[in-house]
């Protein structure tokens, strides 16, 4: 007997009363379901059939039980694998086998008992068969479609179920003997059959390519918000104007509740979700030759009429072409949400660009015609979570002409288009005007400019704009005589000129972006209204002064100028670290003007000039290395630095002794016994401080410049002695006063041997440069005066008797003198002697060249009275009352100093003063 069994075939959990709508490349699990209820039942009857036998008296043998369930595919879907998979069995059943059929189309899985051999009783058999789920799975994992299954084709899946038992029963009360021979056939259920063909075991399974919807849009264009449907729009040549990109989008809004309705299938549209979308609406504008955007243009799109649905997500420019991309403000997770933003927007989008203007070539009174491109497309995944139920949307929309709205020029035609002119005549023109770079006002054009090594230079960009005077005037007489230049009106001035210098690498700007940058020639109607240091690189923009609002103002300005227009760079100096001497180094220049003006005459007659002029090297200026170029350029170098050895024959000046006031000139001089003698040095300097302000004169240098002279490798050593002779000493502390140097000088060591004393002396302040030297010279007074105070006469000398005091002075002085602006170097070796001047030369010895002081004691008149020097008179010491003790020193006799020793190296000093000046001027000739 053959007892039918519910069955259904299933993908997934959906029982297929309708086709299951799959993607292409999904995966799809189909599921055989038998329901075993009935079989439970019929072990309940085969129990009472037995007569109430207890089932554990009724014994089996050679139990055996199978089922077979199978899965026929259409030729269009393949199996991926065949890994069945049994569920609901409570481990009663087990899959035993599983082949292929039908070239592969048809899977067979069997399944049995597990250890039937193991049931011995119809109660063992009963419980196992009741312990199973009523619905018994078999899974079938997994098929696909092949590349033959087409879209929004039905293709039948089906399959098919059966099973046996077969035992031998005994009942063991009675001995009956029953012969089980069970078979079941699976029949398709009544809930889960396929309306196609609900008499099989079936169902059906389609995938369906995209929603394609291709449709149009319609779009305009329009210029200042006129959408130019009668006629050419005029508009003034400079102004700039609006271009409005309209898109009518009450069309897609009818599309979207379309979809809806189809659908949506009564449920709401959140239940619709969407995935892997794609959005986008593009507006774009096609400029004509003659059209240009403006420089800021992409600052100036406005999106109007989206109210936060769609925003601008991007913006690109091609020259001539501007695209503006607009997407959806927020993630569309439903339908909804698309018809939220859809719907939420006014029916006419639009895409302003306020930033179009014609080109400075455009013609007036021509046709240009914009050309405008809207489009849009929305692609996405839209999955009804209630039905399982994917569709995928691809919409494109392309735009047309709005109708209501076509060019004037073209009313037939579906291209997006506007059209706009302009009236304006345009006077262009280019020409060159003369420029030259200068340094230090020369024109470098009959040889290279050489300059010392450390000189800052001003340089100089000029221009000619004689031509452009001539220019204006021809301009004027170009009018009728009734519109005068005050007559002529002018609009959207632009009048400049603009100069860069460009130094070489081995160049410098000492100040940098602070470097001093002037216009001159430009008579308070010009101005620098631009200039910056870029690198090595100078650039100055020059303009009017005043607005411009008639011709008369632009001729007036022009002519109210110098004929030579010119920029003047201060501190540009040679780097000597990358700059090699005697090395020709080239700097370049541009130099050239504009004047663009709307002109309006009393008629209304309306001129657009657009002049310009490109500097060319001037005549008479050319670059001596490159005579016959037009570029402005000017080449210059530096001197190599000379070293020259400077030895001076000893150089001689006057020195005296004297003792107070009295020279000894006339008479020896007379003192007492036991009376302290002052000694005074005296050196006049006055001929070396004149010959310094001569030299000064001579060469017109300042103070300023002596800094400008580096001293290095000084070494001086100045001597000068004072010899006593035997019958006079020192006393233990003399006091010695260095006076009238004004705190320019010092002593540096003093010593005694026997009765003469050494001084070494030398400037004070460090020697660094020739200012230093300077300043120690002409800051003493023109008598340089030493006092010793401490000698007097000794047990040995006699009274009345002529004793002769001797001074004598040396010096030496090294130095390399370096002029800082050239590098010249000059090596001196100097070195000096004294003499005895001729208006305090010795009484004794009046033609004598030595340096000497002759004096005598009276005899004690009162020798009852000792003279040990303790009590002696004061001394003899200068009457000078201008005069003045600078300093005052107690040292022992060993460091004793001596005035005529310093005045030898006050007279060293200053001939080296001499000297020094003389090498400066050897620096100011190279």
């Known amino acids: 007997m053959t007892l039918p069994l519910d069955a259904d075939l299933k993908l997934g959990d959906n029982t297929g009363n309708d086709t299951i709508v799959v993607e292409k490349t999904d995966t799809m699990d189909f599921v055989g379901v038998l329901n075993v209820k009935a079989i439970k039942e019929q072990m309940a009857q085969i129990q009472g059939n037995h007569q109430g036998a207890n089932p554990d008296e009724i014994s089996l043998e050679n139990l055996n039980t199978t089922f077979t369930a199978k899965l026929n595919l259409p030729k269009e879907l393949k199996f991926e694998k065949t890994e069945p998979v049994l569920e609901g069995a409570d481990s009663v059943f087990k899959i035993e086998g599983i082949t292929k059929e039908n070239d592969g189309k048809t899977a067979v899985v069997t399944f049995k008992l597990i250890n039937a051999e193991n049931i011995k009783t119809f109660a063992q058999l009963r419980d196992k068969i009741n312990s199973v789920n009523d619905e018994l799975k078999v899974v079938f994992k997994t098929a696909k479609f092949d590349n033959t299954a087409n879209t929004n084709i039905d293709y039948e899946v089906t399959g098919s179920i059966t099973g046996n038992l077969t035992a031998e029963a005994t009942n063991k009360a009675t001995g009956t003997i029953i012969n089980f021979n069970l078979t079941w056939n699976g029949k398709q259920s009544d809930a889960g059959k396929s309306n196609s063909n609900p008499d099989a075991i079936a169902l059906s399974v389609r995938h369906e390519g995209p929603v394609v919807i291709k449709d149009k849009i319609y779009g305009d264009l329009l210029i200042n918000d006129d959408t130019q449907h009668d006629k050419v729009i005029e508009l003034a040549k400079r102004d700039a104007f609006k271009v409005t990109g309209l898109l009518n989008v009450a069309p897609i809004k009818a599309q979207m509740k379309k979809i809806q309705e189809q659908y949506q299938n009564g449920n709401l549209a959140t239940n619709l979700k969407i995935s892997d979308m794609k959005n986008e609406f593009t507006a774009s504008i096609n400029l004509p030759d003659g059209l240009e955007f403006t420089n800021n243009v992409k600052e100036k799109i406005v999106l109007s009429g989206a109210k936060n649905h769609f925003k601008i997500s991007k913006t690109e420019l091609d020259e001539k072409k501007l695209t503006v991309t607009l997407t959806l403000t927020n993630e569309a997770k439903t339908f909804e949400d698309i018809l939220t933003a859809v719907n939420g927007v006014e029916d006419d989008l639009k895409v302003e660009v306020d930033g179009v203007k014609f080109t400075d070539k455009s013609s007036a009174n021509t046709n240009f015609t914009i050309q405008g491109d809207v489009s849009g497309l929305f692609e996405a995944k839209v999955t009804n979570v209630l039905s399982s139920k994917v569709m995928n949307f691809n919409f494109a929309w392309s735009g047309v002409q709005m109708r209501g709205g076509e060019d004037s020029t073209a009313p037939t035609s579906d291209k997006i288009t506007a059209t706009v002119k302009h009236n304006t005549n345009t006077i262009s023109a280019e020409g060159e005007l003369e420029g030259d770079l200068l340094v230090n006002n020369d024109t470098q054009h009959n040889d290279v400019y050489t300059v010392k090594m450390n000189d800052k230079m001003i340089l100089t960009g000029l221009l000619n704009v004689k031509p452009i005077k001539e220019q204006l005037d021809q301009l004027v007489k170009a009018y009728p005589s009734a519109n005068t230049p005050e007559n002529i009106k002018v609009e959207n001035v632009d009048t400049s000129f603009t100069a860069t210098m460009t130094l070489p690498k081995e160049l410098k700007l000492v100040d940098g972006d602070k470097t001093i940058i002037e216009l001159v020639g430009a008579n308070d ?402």
């Not at 022009?558 to 100096?573: C, K």
């Not at 050196?683 to 103070?703: A, F, N, P, T």
């Open 525 to 926: 109607k010009f101005k620098i209204t631009d200039k910056k240091v870029e690198g090595n690189t100078v650039t100055v923009k020059m303009s009017l002064v005043k607005k411009a609002e008639t011709f008369k103002d632009i001729k007036d300005a022009v002519e109210g100028v110098d004929n030579d227009l010119r920029v003047n760079v201060q501190g540009v100096m040679f780097d000597t670290t990358k700059a090699k001497p005697d090395t020709n180094y080239t700097i370049n220049g541009t130099v050239g003007g504009n004047f663009k003006a709307m002109a309006i005459n009393t008629l209304g007659k309306t001129i657009d000039f657009d002049y310009t002029w490109k500097g060319v090297q001037k005549k008479d200026g050319e670059d001596s290395t490159n005579p016959n170029s037009k570029d402005i350029t000017l080449t210059l170098k530096y001197q190599k630095p000379t070293t020259q050895d400077v030895k001076i024959p000893t150089q001689i000046l006057p020195g005296d002794i004297l003792v107070g006031d009295d020279t000894e000139h006339d008479k020896v001089f007379e003192t007492l016994q036991g009376k302290k003698v002052a000694f005074t040095g005296s050196l006049d300097v006055s001929s070396v401080k004149q010959q310094m302000e001569k030299i000064k004169r001579m060469y017109g240098k300042s103070d300023q410049d002596a800094e400008d002279i580096l001293i290095s490798d000084y070494s001086s050593v100045f001597e000068a002695t004072l010899t006593l002779p035997e019958e006079m000493d020192f006393d233990a502390n003399p006091v010695i006063s260095l006076l009238n140097d004004n705190g320019k000088f010092k002593i540096v060591d003093t010593k005694v041997e026997g009765k003469t004393v050494k001084v070494s002396m030398t400037v004070k302040k460090e020697v660094k440069t020739f200012a230093d030297l300077q300043d120690a010279v002409l800051g003493m007074e023109d008598k340089l005066n030493v006092l010793v105070d401490g000698a007097k006469f000794n047990e040995k000398a006699k009274p009345d008797t002529n004793y002769t005091v001797r001074g004598t002075m040396t010096g030496q002085l090294k130095a390399k003198a370096t002029y800082a602006l050239s590098g010249n170097v000059i090596n001196f070796d100097l070195t000096w002697n004294a003499e005895q001047s001729k208006d305090g030369a010795d009484a004794i010895n009046p033609t004598s060249k030595d340096i000497t002081f002759t004096l005598k004691y009276k005899a004690n008149e009162n020798p009852q009275t000792p003279n040990n020097g303790e009590n002696s008179s004061k001394p003899d010491t200068p009457k000078n009352d201008k005069i003045q003790k600078k300093t005052t020193n107690n040292v022992k006799t060993n460091d004793l100093s001596n005035i005529v020793l310093y005045s030898g190296i006050m007279i060293i000093s200053l001939l080296g003063m001499v000297v020094v000046l003389y090498g400066r001027k050897l620096f100011q000739k190279r």
